[in-house]
T-cell receptor
Framework: GQQLNQSPQSMFIQEGEDVSMNCTSS?????WLWYKQEPGEGPVLLIALYKAGELTSNGRLTAQFGITRKDSFLNISASIPSDVGIYFCAGQWDYNNAGNMLTFGGGTRLMVKP | DSGVTQTPKHLITATGQRVTLRCSPR?????VYWYQQSLDQGLQFLIQ???????AKGNILERFSAQQFPDLHSELNLSSLELGDSALYFC??????????????FGEGSRLTVL
């Protein structure tokens, strides 16, 4: 089946630093999404990307849909303590034939030191 | 608050037992998804239901089963539990079976501990 490799697995950074994480797949996706999970909560959608090459921002977050459709990147600028959590990439292949099933990466655990 | 409700929040049981996890989707959402998150693992898709019918199936064990009822709530049944079944089980919902947004609304999860 499809697999998503997400890196890094964890990051411990200083407040104010920029963060980059990425996700690669062995096969192509039609949609890439980035979710954030905070302790004791379920994942919440941050950014959705629907077109190869697309670059989308949400506040301090910027994500890109790789041109090959096999990868995606998430950048967080000027990190703050509330950015702490686990960030998951997710890919969706064919929403018509496979419902809305998402394949998730293993997550990047972000820790921010004030 | 995502609008998705899961019960129980925590459950401790013994090997060999059977448990049922319950999920109420957001009002109006027809699709329900179940995901398993083991310690330090990503989210593994188990199964999706759309308006009462099974729509997609992931790596769900034969010991596990699910259903979606006419009122759209869903239950995930886990039987002959093993230590390795200890995990967070998430339910998520979306408006339709094939929405193209990719957005799922997750509940807070049910943490299952098998001793």
């Amino acid at each position: 089946g499809q697999q998503l490799n997400q890196s890094p697995q964890s990051m411990f950074i200083q407040e104010g630093e920029d963060v980059s994480m990425n996700c690669t797949s062995s096969s192509i996706f039609n949609t890439w999404l980035w979710y954030k999970q905070e302790p004791g909560e379920g994942p919440v959608l941050l950014i959705a990307l629907y077109k190869a090459g697309e670059l989308t921002s949400n506040g301090r977050l910027t994500a890109q849909f790789g041109i090959t459709r096999k990868d995606s990147f998430l950048n967080i600028s000027a990190s703050i303590p509330s950015d702490v959590g686990i960030y998951f990439c997710a890919g969706q292949w064919d929403y018509n034939n496979a419902g809305n099933m998402l394949t998730f990466g293993g997550g990047t655990r972000l820790m921010v030191k004030p | 608050d995502s609008g998705v409700t899961q019960t129980p929040k925590h459950l401790i049981t013994a090997t060999g037992q059977r448990v049922t996890l319950r999920c109420s989707p957001r009002s109006g959402d027809l699709s329900v998804y179940w995901y398993q998150q083991s310690l330090d693992q990503g989210l593994q898709f188990l199964i999706q239901y759309y308006n009462g019918e099974e729509r997609a199936k992931g790596n769900i064990l034969e010991r596990f089963s699910a259903q979606q009822f006419p009122d759209l709530h869903s239950e995930l049944n886990l039987s002959s539990l093993e230590l390795g079944d200890s995990a967070l089980y998430f339910c998520a919902s979306s408006p339709s079976g094939g929405t193209n947004t990719g957005e799922l609304f997750f509940g807070e999860g049910s943490r299952l501990t098998v001793l």
